[in-house]
């Protein structure tokens, strides 16, 4: 006797302080992120804004949200960052849902969800065609930046540390993970 499929009222039967997703029939339940990675995803969020999704300071072009809930196909998916080419997406929905993939999605790890957002989301976003993904590793204080590459992602560079860095889709605005880990000097 097998599981019967997960459904959309499955995540809507959640309790707010956790996150939820469906993935091929599967619901996967992960808990509300910690301190280090709330705020990498803020932070990130923050420097990407005025420059990507503004255009103050840099080229413009992008609409960037913040956990947007992904409905490609039958999965559902909630990346920490998602970004669109504002060509594809001039702006967003009136929906709870985006059922346009991103150009861009940005999830950042935890140990409860690595192995989610590496073995399951990854092909989902490939499939779907997400140009761009970044995995941020606030522990481990590191930047995997991929490309799609045919039906695949290619690991283009994995920054560490805190380093100054550029990053595809976004390499007009220079970087500094030590403030995106939390760790720059408090002036």
């Known amino acids: 006797m097998g599981r019967r499929p997960a459904t959309y009222a499955d995540l809507e039967a959640l309790p707010e302080q956790v996150v939820g997703e469906l993935i091929d029939k599967e619901l996967h339940v992960s808990p509300r ?3 280090p ?3 990498a995803a803020s932070r990130l969020g923050g420097e990407l804004t005025g420059p ?3 255009g103050r300071g840099g080229p413009g072009g992008w609409l960037l949200l913040d956990e947007p809930e992904l409905h490609l196909g039958e999965d559902v998916l909630v990346p920490d960052l998602a970004g669109w080419r504002r060509e594809r997406m001039p702006r967003p929905p009136r929906t709870a849902a985006f059922t346009l993939a991103p150009d861009w999605a940005c999830e950042v790890l935890s140990p409860s969800t690595v192995a989610l957002d590496r073995a399951i989301k990854l092909p989902v976003y490939a499939r779907e065609g997400v140009r761009h993904v970044w995995l941020m590793d606030p522990e481990a204080l590191t930047l995997e930046v991929f490309r799609l590459d045919g039906a695949s ?3 283009l560079v ?3 540390g805190p380093a100054h860095v550029r990053a595809e889709p976004f390499e007009a605005l220079e970087l500094e ?3 995106l880990w939390g760790e720059e000097q408090v002036r």
């Open 37 to 39: 990675h709330t705020v």
């Open 158 to 160: 994995t920054h560490s």
């Open 177 to 179: 993970l030590a403030f």
């Open 52 to 54: 990507f999704d503004r």
């Open 33 to 35: 992120p910690a301190a």
């Open 153 to 155: 992602y290619r690991l």
